[in-house]
């Protein structure tokens, strides 16, 4: 007769029996996805691109990633495949999905430039400088009939202020009939605008806060009259005045 204490001993020795069947045939499964997910069908052959991307083809992309991908279907990690598609010029944002069995869908958003910035990098209208061609930007503006690309030169660190200071600079230049060609920014933050067949704007600092904006609109409510006044558009004007301007003519 089996007492109590050996009932409780079988009880434990089935239920163990019961957990090691339930773990081979787990490991089985496991072993089974692995051995399957390793098949070379399920090897990325296609990237699909989407978006609008005029400056970045399939077979590009596929050649500036080409070896630096890791994995298949089931294994790439998609975060890791996000970083190095950003990396390739043009590129801002790629939000990237896999496709039953061997495709990822790649969708690219590219930068926009605005600027060239002085040493060489392109300056998007989110204030990002990134490496590219500036022959093939101007080349697209002038397709699409955006204004061309403004000189920018400064201090890199600038770069996201300078983008939205063209943003502001802009509408007020336009009111005189005149397009932002140049900006410079020198290392103590002064401010400088060169027109488009147009004057020299010395804007200074931004001291107090908003003061740039309001002596570019100065320059902008007499601009007409000025030149009315020369008979040409003025070389330079100097707005860091807090009662006026300085106003060098051309040589007559």
Do not use: K
């Amino acid at each position: 007769m089996i007492d109590a204490a050996g009932r409780r001993a079988a009880a434990r020795m089935q239920r163990a029996a019961a957990w090691v069947a339930v773990l081979a045939v787990a490991l089985a499964a496991v072993g089974a996805a692995a051995w399957t997910a390793q098949r070379p069908r399920f090897d990325i052959r296609r990237i699909v691109v989407l978006g609008d991307a005029q400056h970045v083809s399939e077979q590009a992309l596929r050649q500036a990633i080409a070896g630096r991908l890791a994995g298949n279907y089931f294994t790439i990690g998609l975060a890791d495949a996000q970083r190095v598609f950003e990396t390739v010029p043009w590129v801002a944002r790629a939000s990237i999905r896999r496709v039953w069995p061997d495709r990822l869908v790649v969708t690219l958003t590219e930068h926009r430039p605005i600027g060239v910035w002085s040493d060489g990098r392109l300056l998007s209208d989110a204030g990002i400088l990134f490496e590219a061609n500036p022959a093939e930007a101007e080349a697209t503006a002038a397709e699409s009939g955006r204004p061309a690309l403004v000189e920018f030169s400064g201090p890199a660190r600038i770069a996201a202020e300078a983008a939205m200071r063209l943003r502001e600079f802009e509408p007020e230049l336009a009111r005189c009939g005149l397009a932002v060609a140049a900006i410079e920014i020198s290392d103590r933050a002064g401010w400088s605008v060169q027109a488009r067949n147009g004057p020299r704007l010395v804007l200074g600092r931004d001291e107090p806060a908003g003061a740039l904006r309001e002596r570019l609109a100065a320059v902008a409510s007499v601009y007409p009259t000025l030149v009315a006044r020369i008979g040409a558009p003025p070389l330079r004007i100097d707005a860091r005045y807090p009662n006026g301007l300085a106003v060098a003519s051309p040589p007559s």
